[in-house]
């Protein structure tokens, strides 16, 4: 345990101190400096006070190689989860925790997903019919934007996504975080997202970020043929959520049930 100092400080004391201060002396420029890449940083964009900027990258990589240590393994998920910088989606006092496999409070009692839930679903996506077949997720629906870090995941992996948030405060976040990411054609809608969003139906993919008790029939409506949902769903016989992944074949309807899972709840109409 160190000892408060007491005082008069002994000399040797005082000497070791004057030595510190005086090598910070003679360079008096050093905290305007750090100042001024303070500024800088703020000023391209970058969250100085994360300590993240320009390192975030080797961090975001290191998320990458522990996701597929454990198992995930496709190819162009990966990627896209090595490109978008998720610390840009959280309040920047959880900055430092954006890249372990934790979810986050992102305001509104709702949370972004765990990176290895989020790489779980894309990845079953990336398995439906059409999706193999053309190497991307096509035409997307998300229902659940959030803070939009799975909609910049969607918008590198396929050729339009629609994501519809019902709570506006989150819906004008996610529009926020996204200015200025080159997401492609990403288009975010204010709504009930259990309703989908008939304007720009059939879908290749649909992906819920809440858990629901019964799968809405608009999602099954909007659902092109060979296309493919994954979403969070309560199911009975195992008491409690679970990825439940649907494909509309030629012959009608398949479900899986797949991972046990903990979501939000998919509530109903708009606030
Ligand atoms: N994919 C998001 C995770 C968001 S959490 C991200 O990357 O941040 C789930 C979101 O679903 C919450 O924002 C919640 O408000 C939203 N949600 C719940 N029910 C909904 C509904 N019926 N329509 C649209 N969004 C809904």
């Known amino acids: 345990m160190t000892r408060a100092p007491r005082f008069p400080l002994a000399l040797d004391r005082v000497h070791g101190r004057s030595r510190a201060a005086g090598s910070e002396l003679l360079r008096p420029q050093a905290p ?29 990589e290191r998320m990458v190689q522990r996701l597929r240590a454990e198992g995930l393994r496709c190819e162009p998920v990966l990627r896209a989860l090595g490109q978008v910088e998720r610390h840009r989606f ?37 398995e439906g019919e ?28 396929a050729r339009s996504v629609v994501s519809v948030e019902r709570l506006k405060g989150l819906h004008e976040k996610a529009r926020e975080n996204l200015a ?33 008790e019964a799968v809405p029939q608009a999602w099954l409506d909007q659902l092109a043929p060979g296309g493919r949902l994954v979403a969070p769903m309560h199911d009975a016989a195992r008491g409690g959520q679970v990825l439940l992944v649907i494909d509309r074949h030629e012959q009608g309807l398949v479900r899986q049930w797949h991972d ?12």
């Open 32 to 60: 305007l400096q750090h100042a001024a890449q303070d500024a800088a940083q703020q000023a391209t964009g970058r969250r100085a006070s994360s300590g993240l900027g320009l390192d975030s990258a080797a961090v975001r």
């Open 90 to 126: 959280v309040d920047s006092a959880l900055a430092t925790q954006a890249y372990e496999d934790t979810s986050l409070p992102i305001g509104l009692q709702q949370t972004i997903s765990k990176p290895s839930v989020v790489g779980r679903m894309l990845a079953l996506l990336f």
């Open 130 to 157: 059409q999706a193999r077949a053309h190497g991307h997720l096509g035409r997307v629906l998300e229902v659940g934007t959030g803070c939009g870090y799975q909609a910049a995941l969607l918008g590198l992996l």
């Open 180 to 212: 200025g990411l080159r997401s492609g054609d990403l288009r975010l809608v204010y709504g009930d997202g259990r309703d989908g969003h008939a304007p720009r139906a059939p879908y290749t993919s649909i992906v819920a970020a809440a858990g629901g």
């Open 260 to 271: 046990a899972v903990h979501f939000v709840p998919l509530k109903s109409g708009a606030a």
